[in-house]
């Protein structure tokens, strides 16, 4: 059962470019090769095979091109390699360039979180693999890591649609369970999430066992002692794996057997191929303890041969048809026929594990053993390449890829390097290829040296499939369960990668940070990252290029819509002045006129006229100004409109216009008696003008400051409404005499001027006459909106009409007298009317009343004042 499992995060795994192989290279060394790469690890993880361990020697190239002595570095950084299946490469160029590195080593050398591993196994499903058993090198300088602890790299999750990063684990083993131990068997089965590690040799006290080396080591850190049993993992929950071991007693353990997962029956079946008993690369001396037993027992692990059913978790021996002799440290794949009628195991290389020193022994043969008739069939018989020590996988199902291995020993000083550090055997033809190309593959086809043997055709139909002379007890019954074959996941064909000049590589790895020392040369991971890095730029810059660009766009746009916005404010009035149907002319009551104390700008005085037409007020001030009759020419001049400048009437939320932020929040609109905002004040407006955007009733001017005054009966009905100036005493002002104002029960002689209707220009808004003098073209700020029945002094009760708009207007003119005329026209705040002594002088009384508003240009002439009640020859009232 599974101990207490800590899947904790190791280390994120690290690729990094493998043109380099060597740790350590010196000054002159401009390249390496794989020399041998013996008892290696390797799993298959979907499209990438991982190797791991092992004794790896590399064979430098120096610059001036002699090659250096074949050197071992031992892994000191813990590197894992990888070969991914897109990469195409030559059998005869130099490989090494086309693996990648995994730094197993969190702490770079000097310590022991991932030592390199001679032997072993890597234990796998499609999601990821655990590093068991194998030897280690013996030093004083570091302690081996615990006997319980293993170590396993996660490379995707087990959830479908779930991403991780790739990481390392580290598992805590339980129940007795120990990875010291080596030279065992191991296969994996990915559709059963299962794999297993069969037999192998230990220590005699089973403590740590070490890479035999030398006579005077201390035997009992060998491995010598045969374990008979197996170690199981089962890996269908990711972060909770289990493992667990059992023994057996009627199978024989041995050393370095090949076991291979083949699917016949619910859960498929193991089959344990060669092996030895005594070999001789277990002893310090490099001599088998016993090599007379070996021959013996060893010879039979070819021709009886040990199947374990999983489902069943039962062992059978089965007699199998010919065969090799006895064979250890060989590689084995299976391929299975397309109709399922016959299962295929490859054989190649190894040696007969008593014979290490002697060429001899090694084998460069491939054998076939055809299930389930269980014949063996030699495919391939060759001299030139022979290996032991070496692993196969398959990346498509009509291909053998082997990597590394060995050959015979000569010594350290005269090691024999390898022809092809890969090899790549067509199952289908039984021919070496020198190329592996992603994109050349084809089904699996039985070759002819077997279907004579066990018959059909090379897409199966096999018509002998069942042993010589009969299946061992009860084994027939698992053959004749069908594997479910959906289980197994397919991950080819591979996206074939851009073929690269694969000779050596001429880059030292010293520029490699996690290599240390010194040397020249560029990294080749530098390039693509660059390239990444600076394509990132690039499209940054363009992107906020284009922003920029849109921002520009957008104030450009923005600047000719606020300015356009300013043309259309200024020309709805007069849109809706469009809309609006033209007043019949009336007959024209002559305005008196008065120069202007100040002109704000220039101009000619001229005479003023309006025509005040008879209209009901309506929600909008009539603004349609026609020019005058010209005497004695009749009326019949085209109307002139102004210019459309206010808000349609319905956009009661528009924003504030310059004449309501000069008015209302700057101290140009201040009155000296009520402070800044004056002209926006209630209190400050006279009974006849309201401001549009607060809608207000129009009051008195004395309730304003808290006087009582009592509502006016309604005007009778079709009653004139008349319209009177400010101050007039028709609407409550006191009643002066010359400069002296009296008392209001009306003693002394009273204006007539004052109770003169004021003009159509008089009663517009100061925004309306800037219109008019086409001084602005902002929105209009206020109109005249109500009216009210005020009492006059002597307790009449008047009807002024608030007149909406102007009838007919005249062009300004100069006083008659030559002289100023008195300023009615510039916006003064009643409250300076109401506090401040009459003044001597029309013109001072223009100028009494301090308004920072804009004096309008259009006067009247002391003559046009006249009382019209009054005689002729009576001179007007001051």
Known sequence: MLGSSISTLALAATYVSGTHGQTFWPSNQVSTTICQWGQLRAAVIRDTVYLDGGDLWWKP?????????????????????????????????????????????????????????????????????????????????????????????????????????????????????????????????????????????????????????????????????????????????????????????????????????????????LVVLGGVVDPDFATPTGKSQDSENNKNKSSTFMSTIDIYDVAGDKWYRQN????????????????????????????????????????????????VLSLPSFTWVKLYSGTGQARAGHKCVMPYPDQMMVIGGYPAVQGVNSLQCLQETVR????????????????????????????????????????????????????????ATKYPMTKIQTFYPYASAAA???????????????NGGGGGGLPSYLPPVLGVVLGLVFITVIVVFFLLWR????????????????????????????????????????????????????????DVE????????????????????????????????????????????????????????????????????????????SGTTNQIDHASTISHPASAFGATVAPPPPPPK???????????????????????PTSATGTGTHSTLRNNVLSGISNLSERDRSHLRQISDTTVSSITSGHAHLPTADGRILSPTVVESPGLVTPPSSGALGHEGVDYISARPLLGRLQQPAQSTPGAAAGAASSPLRRSVFTESREDMRDPNAGSGTAPRQ
């Open 61 to 269: 190239v120096l610059n001036n091109g002699e090659v250096g002595a074949v050197e071992s570095d031992n892994n000191p950084l813990g590197i894992t390699w990888k070969l991914n299946f897109s990469q195409p490469f030559d059998t005869k160029g130099n490989i090494t360039e086309k693996f990648q590195r995994l730094y197993g080593n969190a702490g770079g050398p000097g310590t022991n979180i991932a030592p390199n591993y001679y032997d072993g196994a890597l234990l796998y499903n499609n999601d990821g693999f655990f590093y068991y058993g194998g030897l280690l090198q013996r030093t004083n300088s570091l302690d081996d890591p615990p006997g319980d602890r293993v170590r396993g790299f996660r490379a995707y999750s087990s959830r479908p649609g779930v991403d991780i990063q790739p990481q390392f684990i580290d598992d805590v083993l339980d129940k007795g369970l120990t990875r010291q131990i080596a030279y065992g068997g191991a296969a994996s089965a990915p559709s059963e999430n299962m794999a297993w590690y069969f037999s192998g040799l230990r220590a005699a006290n089973s403590g740590p066992v070490y890479v035999p080396n030398g006579v005077a080591r201390n035997l009992s850190n060998a491995a010598l002692v045969v374990v008979n049993s197996m170690v199981t993992l089962d890996m269908t929950t990711q972060q909770q794996e289990k493992w667990d071991f059992k023994n057996f007693t009627d199978v024989p353990g041995r050393a370095n057997a090949e076991v291979v997962w083949v699917p016949v029956g619910a859960r498929g079946i």
């Open 718 to 740: 079709d009653s004139p409404v008349t319209s009177y100036r400010p101050d007039s005493d028709a609407l409550g002002n006191p009643i002066t005499v010359g400069s002296t």
């Open 610 to 685: 309006s025509y005040v037409p008879q209209m009901t007020i309506v929600e909008m001030m009539n603004t349609e100004v026609y020019k005058p009759p010209q005497p004695p020419t009749p009326p019949a001049a085209l109307p002139i409109e102004m210019a459309d400048t206010s808000p349609r009437v319905e956009l009661h939320d528009t924003g504030l216009s310059h004449t309501d932020i000069i008015n209302r929040h700057s101290n140009l609109g201040e009155s000296p008696a009520i402070g800044r905002g004056a002209v926006n004040n209630g209190s400050y407006y």
């Open 424 to 479: 790549l055997f067509n199952l289908t033809t039984g021919k070496w290829v020198e190329r592996y190309d992603p994109a050349v593959w084809s089904k699996y086809a039985v070759p002819d040296a077997v279907v004579d043997k066990i018959g059909g055709s090379p897409t199966g139909g096999a018509t002998k499939t069942t042993p010589s002379p009969s299946f061992a007890p009860s084994l027939s019954a698992v053959f």
């Open 551 to 606: 921002r520009r766009k957008y104030l450009k746009n923005r600047g000719a819509s606020e300015a356009g916005t300013e043309d259309t404010n200024g020309n709805r009035i007069r849109n809706w002045l469009r809309t609006q149907p033209h007043p019949a002319p009336v007959q024209a009551v002559k305005a008196p006129t008065v120069a202007s104390a100040t002109e704000y700008f220039p101009g000619s005085n001229t």
């Open 320 to 367: 199998t048809t010919g065969g090799p002799g006895a064979l250890t440290r060989g590689c084995a794949v299976v391929a299975t026929a397309q109709d399922g009628s016959s299962f295929n195991i490859y054989y190649y290389g190894g040696y007969d594990g008593v014979r290490q020193t002697d060429p001899g022994a090694f084998s460069d043969d491939v054998w």
């Open 500 to 514: 690269v000049n694969n000779t050596n590589p001429t880059v030292d790895p010293n520029q490699d940070d996690n």
